[in-house]
């Protein structure tokens, strides 16, 4: 009866951005479909970042090779390629490892909101195509209140550095009066917002350009930035001097061949932080002349710089995980023996009405006083009888007490039902 919650993932911290990327899933409403066909998961969330590409799922028994088997189908990948990347963790700590995601612990700037949002988004989609279920949604609702609580009491998420912001420290770091440099920003998603919020923060001007023009101009109305047409720029990209790619395409955006032709048309270098996942920027391009190539995987190098000086409160926030984790492990186990306990509840209330109205049918009882007055007793009898034992078989659940379980089952005749 028992039911364990698994995390598949594929990160930032042991995977670099060109490796991490081959684990992405296109199509999640198809992938939901077919891991809950294929990997023997009932309940399934995907979460897909710029650093990280993860899975969680609940199943009463599991096949981590099939779970394997169905993400390699959706990508492309050979199974063995999951060996070396792919970490793999169940129950408590795969409850600690999310934990660890909403508190921002987990993130590769610690205590950084966007993901927050992220699991969120995540959730929610899995709820709407029924993906995830009892489980999970309890699990991720509770989480993510959890973290939020973490945040605020311990203050992490206070002056905390976004990956947009660190790209842009990372363009000041490398970057001559970075002030007088004409600044593309290609895309108008999250991190594309991240990188504009910092750019505005610090006095830059700069351009943003999207595959239409309609999302350029909303996006500069709202966060600042001036629109220019996309097709304009793909030819022109010797009209700036650093370029912000956060977009997605099955393709790259930013070429050899097309970086080459600007360089030939310019007098001084360009800087590209490329933030998209996958990559929209030719890693060749890094091989050009007065070019300067830099992706996700140096924005890790920057921010292991910027842990040492939160380790106080990274000590603090992981204490108050390891005492929620245990309370959330109980509260899983608990919903395991949920429905016997409301089987129990049906059947029993079943047997009360019924007798109940034999009594009134043979005291031919009609004042109504009297009958609620009855029927009230009959409620406080069976529930003073069986509120106790009920609350002891979720007590042996939360416990982890199989065997007590299993006899309260055969006592009660409860059959498990199949969805």
């Known amino acids: 009866m028992n039911q364990n919650i698994i995390n ?20 999640l409403e198809w992938a939901y479909a077919q891991f809950k066909e294929h990997s023997g998961l009932d309940e399934c969330v995907i979460i897909q970042t710029c650093n990280r590409i993860e899975l969680f799922g609940k199943a009463e028994n599991y096949d981590f090779s099939k779970i394997k088997k169905t993400w390699a189908s959706l990508t492309g990948l050979d199974e063995e390629v ?60 509770r989480a993510i209140r959890i973290g939020t609580r973490i945040r605020n009491s311990s203050g992490i998420n206070r002056g905390g550095v976004s990956v947009g912001s ?27 917002t991240l990188v504009a919020k910092s750019l505005v923060r610090r006095g830059y001007d700069f351009a943003v350009t999207s595959r239409t023009m309609d999302r350029s101009q909303t996006f500069c109305e709202t966060m600042g930035g001036k629109p220019v047409k996309f097709e304009t720029v793909l030819t022109a990209f010797e009209n700036y001097d650093v370029l912000f790619v956060a977009t997605t395409a099955p393709y790259f955006l930013v070429t050899q061949e097309r970086i080459t032709k600007a360089m030939q048309e310019k007098k001084n ?8 996942n996958p990559r929209t920027v ?45 309370l959330l492990e109980a509260s899983m186990k608990r ?49 003073s009888i069986v509120s106790t034992p009920m609350n002891n078989i979720r007590k042996a659940s939360e416990q982890g007490k199989p065997d007590i379980i299993e006899l309260a089952s055969k006592i009660f005749d409860y059959k498990k039902q199949i969805d």
């Open 335 to 383: 919903l395991d023996v949920e429905p016997l306990v409301k089987d129990v509840f049906k059947n029993i209330e079943l047997l009360r009405e019924k007798e109940l109205q034999k009594a009134l049918q043979m005291l031919s009882e009609k004042d109504e006083k009297k009958i609620k007055i009855i029927e009230e007793l009959t409620k406080a009898i069976v529930e």
């Open 8 to 27: 598949a993932r594929v990160t930032f911290r042991n995977s670099p951005i060109h490796v991490l990327e081959k684990f992405t899933i296109r199509d």
């Open 82 to 141: 999951f060996q070396e990347n792919v970490e793999f963790e169940e129950n408590g700590e795969a409850m600690h490892h999310l934990l660890k995601l909403t508190s921002g612990l987990d993130s590769m700037v610690v205590g950084e909101e966007q993901i927050l949002g992220q699991i969120k988004n995540s959730i929610t989609l899995a709820r709407n195509v029924k993906a995830s279920g009892q489980h999970l949604n309890t699990l991720f609702d």
């Open 282 to 326: 030719d890693e060749k391009v890094a091989t050009i002349g007065g070019v300067k190539l830099m992706n996700l995987d140096q924005i890790a190098e920057m921010v292991e710089k910027n842990m040492k000086s939160r380790l106080n409160k990274v000590k603090t926030v992981e204490n108050i995980i390891n005492e929620e984790v245990s």
């Open 166 to 192: 660190m790209a842009v420290k990372l363009a000041e770091e490398n970057i001559d009066e970075l002030k007088l440099k004409k600044i593309l920003l290609i895309g108008t998603g999250e991190v594309s």
């Open 269 to 276: 270098g360009m800087m590209i932080l490329d933030l998209s």
